[in-house]
């Protein structure tokens, strides 16, 4: 949305395409306080103003999930899942990354049934009942945040013994009385048949636990959705476009911003930086043609 304002801001027309949420992942953060010049946001509101500004200044939005980019000359050809099919001279990919998975028996068999990946969307499910929440990073620790609100319990397990998350974030959770730190451990396996009811821990020592939970918050990190666009951009090992600051890839016209670039840090002021960086270097090639 930032790289559509630029480009609109620049004179040129914008239309963002949006298969789930615009905004992406922000949406599931129920609290941003590291944004410059806001206190303190819903990821939810942060994602509607900047839609709002990028509609007040002429992006149009369409809700559907690109399914291939075909190149023309200098023309590039988008399609869409609907069938929808939309050209430009520049395309710009922010495809962001998705929730991983922790890769152990019966994960896809649950989701929906007790194993979840978003806090904020399914946190109310488990309102007085206790949960378990994996990871180390901020997102780990902004849900278990979240759910300790609610939730009669919150175990927040994670397989080293400090957090990669914000210190001032472990410092709130450690004065919760309904949250318990299961440190140097992973999740081995999940309890419960048609629903969760249960996960097993190990930790590094090898000794095992089971612990009774309802709900499992999966935050263990994202990958990058980019395979659809392996023609046009060079991708790392791990999947996410290897292009540097100036957002170009080998594919003259595409360019690529955000999380689903190879970068070392991955924040909403990152991903807006990137924003304005590809579409102005959109425009430069669009003005060159
Ligand atoms: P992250 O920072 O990459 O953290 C992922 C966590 O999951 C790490 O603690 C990692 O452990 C653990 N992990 C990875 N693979 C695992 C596995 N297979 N099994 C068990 N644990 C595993 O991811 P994130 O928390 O989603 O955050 C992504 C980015 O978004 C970060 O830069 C974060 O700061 C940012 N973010 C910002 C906000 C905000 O500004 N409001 C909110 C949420 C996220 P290790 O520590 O051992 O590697």
Redesign the pocket.
């Known amino acids: 949305m930032t790289a559509a304002l630029y480009a609109l801001r620049a004179g040129k027309s914008a239309l963002i395409i949006e298969k789930n949420a615009f905004g992406g992942?922000?949406t599931w953060?129920p609290?941003?306080?590291?944004?410059p010049t806001i206190e303190s946001i819903s990821?939810t509101e942060l994602a509607d103003r900047l839609m709002e500004q990028a509609m007040n200044q002429g992006a149009e939005m369409e809700l559907d999930e690109v399914k291939s980019i075909e190149l023309d000359g200098d023309i590039k050809r988008v399609t869409t899942e609907f069938g929808a099919q939309f050209e430009a001279k520049a395309v710009i990919i922010a495809t962001g990354a998705k929730?991983?998975m922790?890769?152990i028996d019966r994960e896809n068999e649950l989701v929906g049934a007790g194993v979840c990946f978003c806090a904020v969307c399914d946190g109310a499910f488990y309102k007085g009942r206790p949960v378990a929440v994996?990871?180390?990073?901020?997102?780990?620790?902004?849900d278990a945040m979240l759910l300790s609100e609610t939730c009669s319990r919150v175990y927040l397990i994670?397989?080293?013994d400090s957090?990669?998350?914000?210190a001032k974030l472990v410092e709130a959770l450690s004065a919760k009385e309904n949250v318990e730190f299961v440190l140097n451990s992973?999740?081995t396996a999940l309890i419960g048949e048609d629903e969760l009811t249960g996960i097993s821990v190990t930790d590094n020592t090898g000794a095992s636990r089971d612990i009774a939970v309802d709900g499992l918050f999966v935050?263990?990190?994202?990958a990058p959705d980019n395979g659809i666009f392996s023609e046009l951009i060079e991708l790392d090992k791990g999947g996410y476009a290897d292009s540097g600051e100036d957002c170009l890839t080998k594919t003259a016209g595409i360019f690529v911003a955000g999380?689903c670039r190879k970068k070392t840090?991955?924040?909403?002021t990152t991903a807006a930086a990137d924003g304005s960086a590809a579409a102005l270097a959109a425009c430069t090639y669009i003005d060159s043609l």
Request: hydrophobic share 30%.
């Open positions: 992942q922000i953060s609290k941003v306080e590291n944004f990821g929730p991983r922790l890769g994996n990871g180390g990073g901020n997102s780990a620790l902004q994670h397989r080293r957090f990669r998350g914000e992973s999740i935050a263990i990190g994202h999380d840090v991955r924040q909403l």
